[in-house]
Protein backbone atom coordinates (compact mmCIF):
# COMPACT_ATOMS: atom_id res chain seq x y z
CA UNK A 1 0.00 0.00 0.00
CA UNK A 2 2.84 2.31 -0.97
CA UNK A 3 2.52 5.32 -3.49
CA UNK A 4 -0.77 6.95 -3.12
CA UNK A 5 -0.86 10.03 -6.06
CA UNK A 6 -1.72 13.47 -5.35
CA UNK A 7 -5.00 12.32 -7.38
CA UNK A 8 -6.11 9.88 -4.94
CA UNK A 9 -5.34 11.75 -1.89
CA UNK A 10 -7.52 14.55 -3.63
CA UNK A 11 -10.29 11.80 -4.10
CA UNK A 12 -9.89 10.73 -0.46
CA UNK A 13 -9.98 14.13 0.62
CA UNK A 14 -13.37 14.97 -0.63
CA UNK A 15 -14.90 11.58 -0.41
CA UNK A 16 -14.82 10.92 3.55
CA UNK A 17 -15.79 7.00 4.86
CA UNK A 18 -17.31 6.35 8.15
CA UNK A 19 -14.94 5.70 11.17
CA UNK A 20 -14.98 1.53 12.13
CA UNK A 21 -16.04 2.91 15.51
CA UNK A 22 -19.63 4.45 14.27
CA UNK A 23 -20.50 0.90 13.39
CA UNK A 24 -21.75 1.09 17.33
CA UNK A 25 -25.04 2.57 16.31
CA UNK A 26 -27.95 1.11 14.30
CA UNK A 27 -28.50 3.91 12.30
CA UNK A 28 -25.58 6.34 11.52
CA UNK A 29 -25.41 9.64 12.37
CA UNK A 30 -25.59 11.58 9.46
CA UNK A 31 -22.50 13.29 9.39
CA UNK A 32 -20.58 9.74 9.78
CA UNK A 33 -22.31 8.36 7.09
CA UNK A 34 -19.34 7.72 3.97
CA UNK A 35 -19.92 9.83 1.11
CA UNK A 36 -19.00 9.25 -2.89
CA UNK A 37 -19.17 12.29 -5.16
CA UNK A 38 -17.93 11.76 -8.88
CA UNK A 39 -18.32 15.58 -9.35
CA UNK A 40 -19.55 18.30 -7.46
CA UNK A 41 -22.32 19.28 -5.02
CA UNK A 42 -24.93 21.13 -6.93
CA UNK A 43 -26.46 23.66 -5.18
CA UNK A 44 -30.36 23.32 -5.79
CA UNK A 45 -33.36 26.27 -5.15
CA UNK A 46 -36.17 23.83 -3.84
CA UNK A 47 -39.02 25.49 -5.07
CA UNK A 48 -37.33 25.97 -8.67
CA UNK A 49 -36.44 21.79 -8.80
CA UNK A 50 -38.82 19.83 -10.35
CA UNK A 51 -38.72 15.76 -11.02
CA UNK A 52 -39.36 15.40 -15.12
CA UNK A 53 -40.44 11.76 -15.82
CA UNK A 54 -40.75 11.09 -19.60
CA UNK A 55 -39.75 8.55 -22.11
CA UNK A 56 -41.71 5.95 -22.77
CA UNK A 57 -44.31 6.59 -20.47
CA UNK A 58 -48.26 7.32 -21.30
CA UNK A 59 -48.32 10.20 -19.05
CA UNK A 60 -45.04 12.34 -18.73
CA UNK A 61 -45.21 14.59 -16.01
CA UNK A 62 -43.23 17.43 -13.94
CA UNK A 63 -43.58 16.95 -10.14
CA UNK A 64 -42.58 19.22 -7.37
CA UNK A 65 -41.17 18.22 -3.84
CA UNK A 66 -44.72 18.71 -2.41
CA UNK A 67 -45.95 16.67 -5.40
CA UNK A 68 -43.95 13.72 -4.41
CA UNK A 69 -44.60 14.57 -0.30
CA UNK A 70 -48.37 14.34 -0.97
CA UNK A 71 -47.78 10.63 -2.02
CA UNK A 72 -47.28 7.24 0.03
CA UNK A 73 -44.45 7.87 2.38
CA UNK A 74 -41.84 5.27 3.38
CA UNK A 75 -38.93 4.83 6.07
CA UNK A 76 -36.38 2.35 5.52
CA UNK A 77 -33.16 1.43 7.01
CA UNK A 78 -30.88 0.59 4.43
CA UNK A 79 -27.20 -0.48 5.02
CA UNK A 80 -25.36 1.52 1.40
CA UNK A 81 -21.53 1.10 0.41
CA UNK A 82 -19.56 1.87 -2.57
CA UNK A 83 -18.83 -0.67 -4.71
CA UNK A 84 -14.82 0.45 -4.64
CA UNK A 85 -14.79 -0.41 -0.61
CA UNK A 86 -11.87 -2.35 -0.29
CA UNK A 87 -9.78 -0.96 -4.11
CA UNK A 88 -6.90 0.10 -1.74
CA UNK A 89 -6.11 -3.05 -0.57
CA UNK A 90 -6.07 -4.31 -4.06
CA UNK A 91 -2.50 -5.23 -5.50
CA UNK A 92 -1.75 -4.62 -7.84
CA UNK A 93 -3.98 -0.97 -6.57
CA UNK A 94 -6.51 0.33 -8.97
CA UNK A 95 -6.35 3.93 -9.35
CA UNK A 96 -9.34 5.97 -8.23
CA UNK A 97 -10.69 6.44 -4.85
CA UNK A 98 -8.57 4.77 -2.71
CA UNK A 99 -11.30 3.30 0.16
CA UNK A 100 -10.32 0.53 2.86
CA UNK A 101 -12.89 -0.44 4.68
CA UNK A 102 -15.45 2.46 5.17
CA UNK A 103 -16.94 3.03 2.49
CA UNK A 104 -20.51 1.70 4.05
CA UNK A 105 -23.34 3.29 6.35
CA UNK A 106 -27.00 2.75 7.68
CA UNK A 107 -29.33 5.82 6.94
CA UNK A 108 -32.86 5.38 7.51
CA UNK A 109 -34.06 7.01 4.35
CA UNK A 110 -37.58 8.39 3.83
CA UNK A 111 -39.14 9.19 0.38
CA UNK A 112 -41.96 7.47 -1.38
CA UNK A 113 -42.49 4.28 -3.62
CA UNK A 114 -41.12 4.60 -7.14
CA UNK A 115 -43.33 2.15 -8.09
CA UNK A 116 -46.48 4.17 -7.54
CA UNK A 117 -44.56 6.59 -9.51
CA UNK A 118 -43.62 5.11 -12.90
CA UNK A 119 -47.16 3.58 -12.22
CA UNK A 120 -49.04 6.61 -12.20
CA UNK A 121 -46.68 7.72 -15.78
CA UNK A 122 -47.42 4.54 -17.41
CA UNK A 123 -45.07 2.59 -18.31
CA UNK A 124 -44.91 1.38 -22.13
CA UNK A 125 -45.29 -2.47 -23.40
CA UNK A 126 -41.90 -2.64 -25.19
CA UNK A 127 -40.26 -0.29 -22.14
CA UNK A 128 -37.02 -1.70 -21.06
CA UNK A 129 -35.02 0.66 -18.35
CA UNK A 130 -35.33 3.39 -16.65
CA UNK A 131 -32.77 5.25 -16.24
CA UNK A 132 -31.96 8.02 -13.35
CA UNK A 133 -30.55 11.39 -14.25
CA UNK A 134 -28.40 13.61 -11.60
CA UNK A 135 -27.73 17.31 -11.59
CA UNK A 136 -24.19 17.18 -11.08
CA UNK A 137 -22.00 17.45 -14.52
CA UNK A 138 -18.56 16.39 -15.08
CA UNK A 139 -16.11 14.85 -17.34
CA UNK A 140 -14.74 10.73 -17.09
CA UNK A 141 -13.57 8.80 -19.50
CA UNK A 142 -13.21 12.01 -22.02
CA UNK A 143 -16.91 11.91 -21.82
CA UNK A 144 -18.65 15.04 -20.96
CA UNK A 145 -21.88 13.96 -18.95
CA UNK A 146 -24.41 14.24 -16.04
CA UNK A 147 -24.01 11.25 -13.41
CA UNK A 148 -26.82 8.88 -14.56
CA UNK A 149 -27.54 4.97 -14.05
CA UNK A 150 -30.47 2.57 -15.14
CA UNK A 151 -32.27 -0.03 -13.59
CA UNK A 152 -34.29 -2.80 -15.61
CA UNK A 153 -38.22 -2.34 -15.33
CA UNK A 154 -38.41 -4.90 -13.12
CA UNK A 155 -35.96 -3.75 -10.63
CA UNK A 156 -37.40 -0.28 -10.54
CA UNK A 157 -41.00 -1.87 -10.01
CA UNK A 158 -39.51 -3.68 -6.92
CA UNK A 159 -41.54 -2.21 -3.67
CA UNK A 160 -38.27 -1.49 -1.68
CA UNK A 161 -36.85 1.18 -4.02
CA UNK A 162 -37.73 4.56 -2.59
CA UNK A 163 -37.26 8.22 -4.39
CA UNK A 164 -36.22 10.03 -1.00
CA UNK A 165 -36.29 13.17 0.63
CA UNK A 166 -35.26 12.40 4.02
CA UNK A 167 -32.23 10.98 5.77
CA UNK A 168 -32.43 10.04 9.90
CA UNK A 169 -35.66 12.44 10.20
CA UNK A 170 -34.32 15.38 8.56
CA UNK A 171 -34.19 16.63 4.35
CA UNK A 172 -31.46 15.57 2.35
CA UNK A 173 -28.38 17.36 3.28
CA UNK A 174 -26.83 18.83 0.09
CA UNK A 175 -23.96 15.87 0.29
CA UNK A 176 -26.36 13.33 -0.14
CA UNK A 177 -28.50 14.51 -2.59
CA UNK A 178 -31.11 17.40 -1.98
CA UNK A 179 -33.73 17.47 -2.24
CA UNK A 180 -34.12 14.04 -3.73
CA UNK A 181 -32.35 10.96 -4.76
CA UNK A 182 -32.61 7.09 -5.85
CA UNK A 183 -32.33 4.72 -2.87
CA UNK A 184 -32.12 1.44 -4.30
CA UNK A 185 -31.62 -1.29 -0.96
CA UNK A 186 -29.69 -3.64 -1.80
CA UNK A 187 -27.23 -2.69 -4.24
CA UNK A 188 -23.89 -0.95 -4.37
CA UNK A 189 -24.13 2.71 -4.03
CA UNK A 190 -23.90 3.75 -7.26
CA UNK A 191 -26.68 2.69 -8.16
CA UNK A 192 -28.69 5.12 -5.65
CA UNK A 193 -28.27 8.33 -8.23
CA UNK A 194 -28.34 11.71 -6.14
CA UNK A 195 -29.64 14.99 -7.30
CA UNK A 196 -32.23 13.38 -9.46
CA UNK A 197 -33.40 15.83 -12.02
CA UNK A 198 -34.85 13.14 -14.84
CA UNK A 199 -36.45 9.34 -15.09
CA UNK A 200 -36.73 8.00 -18.72
CA UNK A 201 -38.43 5.30 -19.47
CA UNK A 202 -36.57 3.71 -22.80
CA UNK A 203 -36.62 1.04 -25.08
CA UNK A 204 -33.16 -0.22 -25.14
CA UNK A 205 -30.49 -1.54 -22.42
CA UNK A 206 -29.18 2.11 -21.36
CA UNK A 207 -25.52 2.75 -22.70
CA UNK A 208 -24.10 5.68 -20.70
CA UNK A 209 -20.71 6.22 -19.25
CA UNK A 210 -21.73 4.77 -15.81
CA UNK A 211 -23.38 1.90 -17.00
CA UNK A 212 -21.13 0.91 -20.41
CA UNK A 213 -17.92 1.65 -19.09
CA UNK A 214 -17.44 2.18 -15.06
CA UNK A 215 -19.06 -0.18 -13.09
CA UNK A 216 -18.25 -3.48 -14.46
CA UNK A 217 -16.20 -6.71 -12.84
CA UNK A 218 -13.38 -7.34 -15.34
CA UNK A 219 -10.31 -9.48 -15.16
CA UNK A 220 -8.56 -7.62 -17.72
CA UNK A 221 -8.64 -3.97 -19.92
CA UNK A 222 -10.32 -6.38 -23.10
CA UNK A 223 -12.49 -8.04 -20.40
CA UNK A 224 -16.26 -6.71 -21.45
CA UNK A 225 -17.11 -7.56 -17.83
CA UNK A 226 -20.58 -7.85 -16.15
CA UNK A 227 -22.27 -5.12 -14.53
CA UNK A 228 -21.74 -4.53 -10.70
CA UNK A 229 -25.10 -4.94 -8.96
CA UNK A 230 -25.70 -6.31 -5.66
CA UNK A 231 -23.40 -5.84 -2.45
CA UNK A 232 -21.44 -9.20 -1.69
CA UNK A 233 -22.07 -10.21 1.67
CA UNK A 234 -19.10 -8.65 4.39
CA UNK A 235 -18.19 -8.46 8.09
CA UNK A 236 -16.41 -5.95 9.36
CA UNK A 237 -15.82 -5.50 13.64
CA UNK A 238 -15.22 -1.93 15.35
CA UNK A 239 -11.11 -2.33 16.20
CA UNK A 240 -10.85 -2.97 19.90
CA UNK A 241 -8.75 -0.91 22.70
CA UNK A 242 -7.93 2.16 21.58
CA UNK A 243 -5.17 2.82 18.63
CA UNK A 244 -1.71 4.18 17.86
CA UNK A 245 -1.45 7.34 16.35
CA UNK A 246 -0.13 6.94 13.27
CA UNK A 247 -0.36 3.24 12.47
CA UNK A 248 -3.55 2.86 14.09
CA UNK A 249 -2.54 -0.64 15.63
CA UNK A 250 -5.05 -1.64 18.42
CA UNK A 251 -3.52 -1.86 22.10
CA UNK A 252 -5.50 -2.87 24.74
CA UNK A 253 -5.72 -4.91 28.17
CA UNK A 254 -5.32 -8.69 28.81
CA UNK A 255 -8.56 -10.28 30.16
CA UNK A 256 -12.10 -10.72 28.59
CA UNK A 257 -13.05 -8.51 25.33
CA UNK A 258 -16.22 -8.40 23.56
CA UNK A 259 -15.56 -7.80 19.78
CA UNK A 260 -18.35 -6.11 18.08
CA UNK A 261 -19.74 -5.43 14.76
CA UNK A 262 -21.96 -5.46 11.60
CA UNK A 263 -22.28 -8.01 8.45
CA UNK A 264 -24.61 -7.02 5.95
CA UNK A 265 -25.31 -8.65 1.68
CA UNK A 266 -27.55 -7.22 -0.95
CA UNK A 267 -28.49 -11.15 -1.30
CA UNK A 268 -30.75 -11.65 1.39
CA UNK A 269 -30.22 -11.88 5.37
CA UNK A 270 -26.60 -12.72 7.20
CA UNK A 271 -26.78 -16.45 8.04
CA UNK A 272 -23.57 -16.74 9.83
CA UNK A 273 -20.74 -14.69 11.26
CA UNK A 274 -17.35 -15.65 12.09
CA UNK A 275 -14.00 -14.42 13.89
CA UNK A 276 -10.29 -15.39 13.80
CA UNK A 277 -7.83 -14.24 16.73
CA UNK A 278 -4.99 -15.72 14.56
CA UNK A 279 -4.92 -13.71 11.27
CA UNK A 280 -7.61 -16.60 9.63
CA UNK A 281 -5.29 -19.70 11.02
CA UNK A 282 -8.92 -20.81 13.07
CA UNK A 283 -12.47 -19.37 12.99
CA UNK A 284 -15.26 -19.48 15.52
CA UNK A 285 -18.43 -18.67 15.62
CA UNK A 286 -20.04 -14.90 16.68
CA UNK A 287 -23.41 -14.33 17.90
CA UNK A 288 -25.43 -12.33 15.98
CA UNK A 289 -27.85 -9.26 16.94
CA UNK A 290 -32.04 -9.68 16.04
CA UNK A 291 -31.77 -8.35 12.18
CA UNK A 292 -32.94 -4.83 12.09
CA UNK A 293 -34.95 -5.59 8.65
CA UNK A 294 -33.95 -6.97 5.27
CA UNK A 295 -31.77 -4.09 4.24
CA UNK A 296 -30.29 -2.85 7.21
CA UNK A 297 -26.89 -4.38 8.59
CA UNK A 298 -27.11 -6.70 11.66
CA UNK A 299 -24.71 -6.68 14.78
CA UNK A 300 -22.81 -9.83 15.91
CA UNK A 301 -20.38 -10.38 19.17
CA UNK A 302 -17.90 -12.53 20.00
CA UNK A 303 -16.14 -13.14 23.52
CA UNK A 304 -12.58 -12.79 23.01
CA UNK A 305 -10.53 -13.45 26.29
CA UNK A 306 -7.38 -11.44 24.96
CA UNK A 307 -3.88 -12.36 26.79
CA UNK A 308 -0.94 -10.67 26.46
CA UNK A 309 0.50 -11.24 23.07
CA UNK A 310 0.62 -9.66 19.27
CA UNK A 311 -2.58 -10.71 17.30
CA UNK A 312 -4.57 -10.13 13.97
CA UNK A 313 -8.12 -10.13 14.06
CA UNK A 314 -10.48 -11.08 11.15
CA UNK A 315 -14.17 -11.49 10.26
CA UNK A 316 -15.93 -13.00 7.96
CA UNK A 317 -19.72 -13.70 6.92
CA UNK A 318 -22.68 -16.25 5.03
CA UNK A 319 -25.84 -14.84 3.70
CA UNK A 320 -29.46 -16.70 3.35
CA UNK A 321 -27.98 -17.15 -0.71
CA UNK A 322 -25.38 -19.19 0.77
CA UNK A 323 -22.55 -16.58 -1.00
CA UNK A 324 -19.41 -16.90 2.12
CA UNK A 325 -17.47 -14.13 2.10
CA UNK A 326 -13.73 -15.13 0.78
CA UNK A 327 -10.49 -15.01 3.06
CA UNK A 328 -9.22 -13.49 -0.05
CA UNK A 329 -11.04 -12.01 -3.09
CA UNK A 330 -10.38 -11.87 -6.70
CA UNK A 331 -8.34 -8.66 -8.26
CA UNK A 332 -10.51 -7.10 -11.13
CA UNK A 333 -9.70 -3.87 -13.20
CA UNK A 334 -11.97 -1.24 -11.07
CA UNK A 335 -11.33 -2.73 -8.21
CA UNK A 336 -14.95 -3.33 -7.10
CA UNK A 337 -16.38 -5.51 -4.54
CA UNK A 338 -13.06 -6.47 -2.86
CA UNK A 339 -14.90 -8.25 0.08
CA UNK A 340 -11.09 -9.89 1.29
CA UNK A 341 -11.03 -10.06 5.08
CA UNK A 342 -10.05 -7.20 7.28
CA UNK A 343 -7.34 -7.40 9.48
CA UNK A 344 -6.75 -5.86 12.74
CA UNK A 345 -3.55 -5.58 14.38
CA UNK A 346 -3.85 -6.00 18.03
CA UNK A 347 -0.99 -5.39 20.92
CA UNK A 348 -2.41 -6.84 24.06
CA UNK A 349 -0.64 -5.71 27.13
CA UNK A 350 -0.45 -7.43 30.84
CA UNK A 351 -2.97 -5.95 32.79
CA UNK A 352 -0.93 -4.61 35.11
CA UNK A 353 0.60 -2.14 31.93
CA UNK A 354 0.92 1.40 32.16
CA UNK A 355 -2.18 1.04 29.55
CA UNK A 356 -4.62 0.14 31.76
CA UNK A 357 -4.52 1.96 34.88
N1 LIG B 1 -25.83 12.12 -8.96
C1 LIG B 1 -24.94 11.30 -8.36
N2 LIG B 1 -25.40 10.23 -7.70
C2 LIG B 1 -24.53 9.39 -7.07
C3 LIG B 1 -23.14 9.61 -7.13
C4 LIG B 1 -22.69 10.76 -7.82
O1 LIG B 1 -21.49 11.04 -7.89
N3 LIG B 1 -23.62 11.59 -8.43
N4 LIG B 1 -22.30 8.72 -6.53
C5 LIG B 1 -22.82 7.35 -6.39
C6 LIG B 1 -21.96 6.46 -5.65
S1 LIG B 1 -20.65 5.81 -6.49
C7 LIG B 1 -22.25 6.09 -4.35
S2 LIG B 1 -21.30 4.93 -3.56
C8 LIG B 1 -23.38 6.69 -3.62
C9 LIG B 1 -22.89 7.34 -2.34
O2 LIG B 1 -23.96 7.90 -1.64
P1 LIG B 1 -23.68 8.80 -0.34
O3 LIG B 1 -22.61 9.80 -0.73
O4 LIG B 1 -24.98 9.42 0.01
O5 LIG B 1 -23.17 7.87 0.72
O6 LIG B 1 -24.06 7.68 -4.39
C10 LIG B 1 -24.20 7.36 -5.76
N5 LIG B 1 -25.06 8.34 -6.40
MO1 LIG C 1 -19.64 4.24 -5.09
Redesign the pocket.
Known sequence: MTGFSPEELQLAAR?SGMPLEAMRWDVTPVGL???????DVPLVEPSGWRLSIGGAVSAPCELSLDDLRGRAVETRAVT?????NGRARLAPRPVS?PWLHE?V?T?EWTGTPLAGVLEDAGISSGAVDVV?????R?VEGGEEQ????ALSVTDALRDEVLLAWG?NGMPLPP???FPL??IVPGW?????????SRIDVIDRAFDGYQQREA?RMRATEDDPGVPVTRMAPRALMVPPGIPEFMSRRRHLPAGPVELFGRAWSGNGTIADVEVSVDGGASWAWASLEPEAGPFAWRGWRFAWNAVPGEFELCCRCSDSSGARQPVEAAWNVGGYANTSVQRVAVTVTVTEGPLTR
Do not use: P
Open positions: NHYLLIHYMECAGQAGGFTGLDGHYARLQHGRLYGMTSVKWLY
